[in-house]
């Protein structure tokens, strides 16, 4: 079955302590992407990734890292967490496409999240 | 900054009824993509629309697409209590990595 893992799934950690929320997709998908959701603002891209050890920041990145060794995973740091990084975060993968590609009708792939608390 | 808006945020309706929800957006686009969410879970993809197109069905579903007025709507048809959740829409510029998430519309659809 096709799918994208996150893990975990919930987590409450305190300021300051390094967290890793992990990525994983079976799909061989060249895209993979993190987002951010909060109420009232939608969601927010971090990262994204374009291909193993291609990262490129979204709109929000300030206090995160990326990495991608191997096509599958793309996991998401924060070095030091802050209480304003609590929030609902998913993962997000799509197949490569090329530029122009008129046959480009495929949506993107989201994990189920994680709910992440910082005290 | 967000690149679709939709309208309205919240919306209650009973089953039966259609349900209509509608994007706004500002800059030019390649596509724009319709999105399910179920409270609290991952967004699952809906239907997508060229920006050479103009409607679009699947099933009990109808987008449109003015790229005059930069506005999308999705219809939902005799909807079902099944059918309550959260409705993004996200647009696509330049390449598939710009791809910007609306607020959502909250729908609930009374059994």
């Known amino acids: 079955e096709a799918q994208v893992t996150q893990n975990p799934r919930y987590l409450i950690t305190v300021t300051g302590k390094k967290l890793t929320v992990t990525c994983s997709q079976n799909?061989?998908?060249?895209?993979m992407s993190w987002y951010r959701q909060d109420p009232g603002l939608g969601l927010r891209q971090i990262y994204y990734?374009?291909?193993?050890?291609?990262?490129d920041k979204g709109d929000v990145p300030e206090g995160y890292k990326v990495s991608r060794k191997e096509k599958r995973n793309f996991p998401l740091i924060l070095e030091s967490p802050s209480p304003n990084q609590t929030s609902l975060y998913f993962c997000?993968?799509?197949?490569?496409?090329?530029?122009?590609?008129?046959?480009?009708?495929?949506?993107?792939?989201f994990g189920s999240g994680t709910r992440l608390t910082v005290v | 900054s967000q690149q679709g808006e939709e309208d309205p945020q919240a919306l209650s309706i009973q089953e039966g009824e259609n349900a209509t929800m509608n994007c706004s957006y500002k800059?030019?686009?390649?596509?724009l993509q319709w999105y399910r969410q179920n409270s609290g879970r991952g967004l699952v993809h809906l239907i997508l629309?060229?920006?050479?197109?103009r409607e679009k069905h699947s099933g009990r579903l109808r987008v449109t697409l003015d790229t005059s007025k930069k506005s999308s709507s999705l219809l939902i048809t005799a909807s079902r209590a099944a059918d309550t959740a959260s409705y993004f829409c996200?647009?696509?510029?330049?390449?598939?990595?710009?791809?910007?998430f609306g607020i959502g519309t909250k729908l609930q659809v009374i059994p």
């Open positions: 996200a647009t696509v510029r330049g390449g598939y990595q710009k791809v910007t």
């Open positions: 990734s374009m291909n193993v050890e291609v990262t």
């Open positions: 997000a993968t799509h197949r490569y496409i090329a530029w122009g590609d008129a046959e480009w009708d495929y949506g993107y792939t």
């Open positions: 629309i060229r920006s050479n197109e």
């Open positions: 800059t030019s686009i390649n596509n």
């Open positions: 799909m061989n998908h060249e895209y």
